[in-house]
């Protein structure tokens, strides 16, 4: 989509089929599922947040619960790490500092090497995402920078520009300020590739390559890469949620859950 | 030792020193990246429930537990009541850390209490039980529409959304997880 968006395409949209068969089988994942993901030029991601709402009121059947309806409720990161954890992620930038206050938290120590990432997902499954608010759907923006994603950097560099979007407790869409800049790109790939080779994968795994020119897209000179905000959005999750069903095998043909 | 990613729910480890069951488990990743597992713990002694996010790879102490038949005698409000039906030893556990359970368990009925070392962790439900309904309203006479429920009252005190047709004194299978009606038991 983004080759399109450098060619000029102007905002886009695809609902395709997507495969993850790393996480858990039950009633939110299949591994094969699908998504919708649209490209918006001119456009950030405090944008896409409207243009969410725009949709959800526009999809959303006669008799859809509020919980599920906007206006969305709208809260950053670091105010909700506050809230729940009691944790001011400004103060937490490097490992040694963020660890200490995860032990404060009663988060176990884990006994293999840990990245900052990996830790504030940690802090963040077990003390903030149970606890979010529900009423409303929520969109958590501004997720940390050590986060490494395709995101544009935010006024504060700690963050992103970078939401997720959550309906009764469920991840429904991720969103960013797409980043445009070729260096930053080419880096996060090589970043990516690297860290693949150490993750603890099946051994036959196969390491996915970098994309060697996929970050020319954006340093053409004659055709300047606009700036944009991208959305994904499993579409299933939200038939569910919409349709009222309590797993998405309600929305799913075959579910994989029901051959194993 | 085992890694976090074979954590399973019913499942016995050591935190800091302490057992706990594992009551909840799922995997979860975050945006895209590497998964985690998410559980929730609880403590046979005291009912405390601890919530804990391990990376898959890291390692947890798993406790080897033994099984014992026991016999549920009575609660005092306090305590459950058991009796080892082999050594006839009886025993307690605290009411606290398995709530719900004073209207699953049948007075005199044997059960599966799983134990580590000296320490009883957790009492083996049946996941269907047949209970036999102590008070049951009569169905309201030209109330014909179709999956119509009404609540009943098992021997143990367990509530249950029964369909209308159900009566005093008979008997209904019961999932004893979702506390859910399965069917009803000729006998």
């Excluded at chain 1, 649209?38 to 009121?57: K, L, P």
């Excluded at chain 2, 302490?18 to 009551?23: D, G, L, Q, S």
Aim: aromatic fraction near 10%.
């Amino acid at each position: 989509m983004k080759q399109l968006l450098a060619d000029g395409s102007g905002n886009i949209f695809q609902i395709s089929k997507c495969f993850r068969n790393n996480e858990q089988i039950g009633t939110c994942h299949n591994p094969e599922f699908s998504m919708l993901e649209w490209y918006t030029v001119n456009a950030d991601y405090r944008d896409s947040i409207a243009h969410t709402e725009e949709y959800f009121a526009e999809v959303a059947p006669p008799g859809t619960p509020e919980h599920l309806l906007p206006p969305f409720r709208i809260e950053s990161m670091h105010n909700l790490c506050l809230t729940y954890a009691g944790i001011d992620l400004d103060k937490l930038q490097t490992l040694g500092k963020l660890k200490t206050a995860a032990s404060r938290l009663g988060i176990t120590v884990s006994n293999t090497p840990e990245t900052w990432e990996s830790l504030f997902n940690r802090i963040f499954l077990t003390l903030v995402e149970p606890e979010i608010p529900q009423d409303r759907p929520l969109v958590i923006t501004e997720y940390p920078a050590q986060i490494h994603c395709l995101a544009a950097n935010a006024k504060n560099p700690y963050y992103k520009e970078r939401w997720e979007l959550y309906a009764a407790g469920i991840e429904l869409a991720n969103c960013y300020s797409e980043e445009t800049n070729p260096d930053r790109i080419e880096e996060f790939f090589r970043a990516e590739s690297a860290a693949f080779a150490t993750r603890p994968y099946a051994p036959n795994a196969a390491i996915p390559d970098i994309p060697h020119d996929f970050h020319k897209l954006f340093s053409n000179p004659a055709k300047p890469f606009p700036r944009c905000s991208g959305t994904a959005l499993g579409l299933d999750r939200l038939l569910m949620l919409f349709g009222g069903f309590d797993t998405i095998k309600g929305v799913i043909l075959f579910p994989l859950s029901d051959t194993i | 030792m085992i890694k976090a990613g074979q954590i399973e729910k019913g499942m016995a480890l050591l935190i800091k020193g302490a057992p706990f069951i594992v009551v909840e488990r799922e995997f979860v990743n975050p945006g895209k990246g590497s998964a985690f597992v998410r559980a929730k713990l609880k403590s046979p002694s005291t009912g405390r429930v601890l919530r804990e996010t391990m990376k898959t790879q890291d390692s947890v102490e798993d406790v080897t537990v033994d099984d014992r038949d026991s016999q549920y005698l009575y609660n005092d409000g306090e305590n459950y009541h058991f009796m080892n039906t082999s050594t006839y030893d009886q025993f307690e556990i605290p009411m606290a850390s398995f709530e719900d359970y004073q209207y699953l368990m049948k007075d005199g009925e044997i059960y599966r209490i799983i134990f580590w070392e000296t320490t009883p962790l957790d009492i083996i439900i049946p996941y269907k039980v047949v209970y036999k309904v102590a008070e049951a309203q009569d169905a309201i006479k030209g109330d014909t529409v179709t999956g119509a429920t009404k609540v009943v009252v098992t021997e143990t005190g367990l509530k249950v959304k029964v369909p209308i047709f159900i009566k005093q004194g008979e008997n209904i299978l019961v999932n004893t997880e979702t506390k859910e009606y399965i069917e009803r038991v000729n006998k």
